[in-house]
Structures are given as structure tokens and as C-alpha cells.
């Protein structure tokens, strides 16, 4: 029973315009959401998270999304770079461990 | 300064046989996690380790999985009699404290292939 979701396996995008993420949860337990990111042969790096008394967190062109009720949350791109091309991780964190979808191939085209 | 390290970076075995894999958290990571991911799919909680105790391994799938971390640093992870269905990328990650909020940062991870 997979209780984060990514239903979107792939995602392809022009270089410049946004690129957005989405992930759904099932554990209306869970409180903290991360993204990751994943290059071949690496191990996942952090990116941006967010804690569920937020409804925003913004970095630099990563902007996360939480919608509790809806059980949703994004990561918005802006402008994407070809450099952003990489597995996009999310995760909940269910006390001490993180529990993971199981990810989104972005694509930025050039 | 270093990340996490792991090694060997890929290990080939035979059904049957025993494989340990090695992790080194950060200098001063209290916190060391153990996941594994299979091809399609995100990374799986295994086991927590705070300092030289196993905080939390209800991750891991059977007796066959085993993992130490002796002097709450480097930590092994060991299966026994391993299967085909083993076969994955095996990934370590270190925090700060544990807290939830304090990032875990992951290693490159040892892939392992049971033929």
C-alpha cells in the first residue's frame, strides 16, 4: 500500500518555462514533506521541504505547494534548466524514517 | 567536507551467498539510515540507527538482513543466504540528529546484483 504517490512517471519540458511536480499522500498523519533529487549514480540530495502548518516554501526557483485537505503537494520550477533534468523524489517524513514515491523523470529540453 | 560514503560501489554475488555493505555517515552524524530501491521505485526504509543502537528496523524484510554500527560511525549492513529478489540499490543516509526536520543526506549507494 504505496502511501505517497507519484502518478506521473515522466515529464517533459522546454528549457525556460515551468516544470511542475506532483505527489499525493494517503497518511493525513504525515506532517513533513520533502523533495529529492536524483542524478544516475548518485544518492538522492535534498532540495526543499515543508512542514504541514505551512501552505508555501519557496528557494531560489523551487517553490513547494501543500494542500492538506487535498492530500497534495507540488514542486514548482522556475524557469527550468536543462541541468534540472534529473528523478524527483517526494517524501513524508513518518517519525524518523522518510517514506518515498517512487518518482518523476524530468526532462528539460533545450 | 566529505559526505556519506559507501562501498563497494557495485557487488555482484551468487544466490546463497553472504554480502556485508559498508556505510560512512558524516563526521558526526548521530543518525545513520539504511533504504534500499528498487529499479522503478523509490527509496524503502530499512533500519535507523541512533548512535550504536538500532532505533527503529521494522524496514527490514526478513531475519536474513542483519545491520551493525558498532561505535555509533561506520555501519555494515549484512545479508545471509541472499536471494535473487535482493538484487537492488542498497542506500545509506546520516542526519545531524535524527530530528525530523534535519535533512538526511544519502551516500551513492552499493548496488548489488544476486545472480
Known amino acids: 500500500d504505496q502511501q505517497v504517490k507519484q502518478n506521473s512517471p515522466s515529464l517533459s519540458v522546454q528549457e525556460g518555462r515551468i516544470s511542475i511536480l506532483n505527489c499525493d499522500y494517503t497518511n493525513s498523519m504525515f506532517d513533513y514533506f520533502l523533495w529529492y533529487k536524483k542524478y544516475p549514480a548518485e544518492g538522492p540530495t535534498f532540495l526543499i521541504s515543508?512542514?504541514?502548518?505551512?501552505d508555501k516554501n519557496e528557494d531560489g526557483r523551487f517553490t513547494v505547494f501543500l494542500n492538506k485537505s487535498a492530500k497534495h503537494l507540488s514542486l514548482h520550477i522556475v524557469p527550468s534548466q536543462p541541468g534540472d533534468s534529473a528523478v524527483y523524489f517526494c517524501a513524508a517524513s513518518d517519525g524518523n524514517k522518510l517514506v518515498f514515491g517512487a518518482g518523476t523523470i524530468l526532462r528539460v529540453k533545450s | 567536507g566529505a559526505g556519506v560514503s559507501q562501498t563497494p560501489s557495485n557487488k555482484v554475488t551468487e544466490k546463497g551467498k553472504y554480502v556485508e555493505l559498508r556505510c560512512d555517515p558524516i563526521s558526526g552524524h548521530t543518525a545513520l539510515y539504511w533504504y534500499r530501491q528498487s529499479l522503478g521505485q523509490g527509496p524503502e526504509f530499512l533500519i535507523y540507527f541512533q548512535g550504536t543502537g538500532a532505533a527503529d528496523d521494522s524496514g527490514l524484510p526478513n531475519d536474513r538482513f542483519f545491520a551493525v554500527r558498532p561505535e555509533g560511525s561506520v555501519s555494515t549492513l549484512k545479508i545471509q543466504r541472499t536471494e535473487r529478489g535482493d538484487s537492488a540499490v542498497y542506500l545509506c543516509?546520516?542526519?545531524?540528529?535524527?530530528?525530523?526536520?534535519?535533512?538526511?543526506?544519502f551516500g551513492p549507494g552499493t548496488r548489488l546484483t544476486v545472480l
Open positions: 515543508i512542514s504541514s502548518i505551512k
Open positions: 543516509a546520516s542526519s545531524l540528529t535524527g530530528a525530523m526536520a534535519d535533512t538526511q543526506y
